[in-house]
């Protein structure tokens, strides 16, 4: 059995330590070439199990990252996440795949945006500074984007427009951009009834008033979104 183990072991090294750049785009979807790319990541065994570092297509390092288990990704240690210009912008510790001690980001002079501090992934405290090192009201760091009105006027408007094609129940899983004008995009069926159902949601969708975008560390950014459409 420990032959075994071994063996296995062994495989998975030689298949991280040579692998090649695996391309990625914008959304983090893999893809075979490069022209098509706007990240590609490298993958390496370390003392912890696995070390992931993510570049631009310029070469710049994007983040790196430790992974106990890969597969479940599992982070451990200390994570870095720099922009294009190579800056620093955000600092996580964690411990076996929980936020454990101080979350930080940087504005791109250098200065501290915010510090957040937790205790086995739960929130303890936070500060939030503005880029001239002043104390600021503090602010979630992620956002979520929301339908005017919220959750309760958005199924609203799907039960109005929505125009049944066939007798099919059930419920469709849609994923969905949440641009940064409020515009949704890059629809993707997680989980769908048939054609016409998924054809007819994903129309339903494409016709929403803009939404309030997300954002990420104060920041309006576009952000993935997935909801349940149940169809009775």
Same mark, same amino acid.
């Given at each position: 059995m420990?032959?075994?183990i ?17 391309y ?10 490069? /022209? ?9 065994? !370390?003392? %912890?199990?696995?070390?992931? $570092? ?12 430790? =992974? #106990?288990?890969?597969? %479940? ?11 294009? /210009? ?16 101080? =979350?930080e #980001? ?22 939030c ?5 002043? $104390? ?11 339908f ?12 109005? !427009? =929505?125009k049944?094609?066939n ?18 995009? $890059? =629809? $993707? ?14 129309r ?7 939404? #309030? ?6 920041? @309006?950014? /576009? ?7 149940? @169809?009775?």
């Amino acid at each position: 059995m420990k032959n075994c183990i071994l063996v296995a072991f062994l495989f998975l090294s030689l298949t991280f330590n040579a692998q090649e750049k695996i391309y990625f785009t914008k959304d983090f979807k893999e893809v075979k070439s490069p /022209d098509l790319a706007t990240y590609y990541s490298t993958y390496k065994d !370390s003392l %912890k199990g696995v070390k992931r $570092e993510t570049y631009f297509m310029s070469g710049v390092k994007r983040n790196s990252i430790y =992974f #106990t288990n890969y597969k %479940k990704r599992i982070i451990d240690g200390v994570s870095y996440e720099w922009n294009s /210009d190579a800056v620093l912008v955000k600092k996580e510790t964690w411990q076996k795949g929980k936020k454990q001690g101080v =979350f930080e #980001t940087y504005y791109t002079n250098n200065r501290t945006k915010r510090t957040e501090t937790y205790d086995n992934d739960q929130f303890i405290s936070g500060h939030c500074y503005n880029d001239g090192g002043q $104390e600021i009201e503090f602010y979630p760091y992620y956002e979520k984007p929301e339908f005017p009105g919220g959750a309760k006027e958005f199924y609203k408007y799907i039960s109005q !427009s =929505f125009k049944k094609p066939n007798d099919a129940k059930g419920t469709i899983k849609v994923k969905f951009v949440v641009q940064t004008d409020g515009k949704l995009r $890059e =629809f $993707e069926i997680l989980e769908g009834l048939n054609y016409d159902m998924n054809v007819e949601v994903l129309r339903v969708l494409h016709s929403s008033p803009a939404w #309030t975008p997300g954002r990420l560390d104060g920041e @309006i950014a /576009d952000i993935s979104y997935s909801i349940p459409i149940t @169809i009775k």
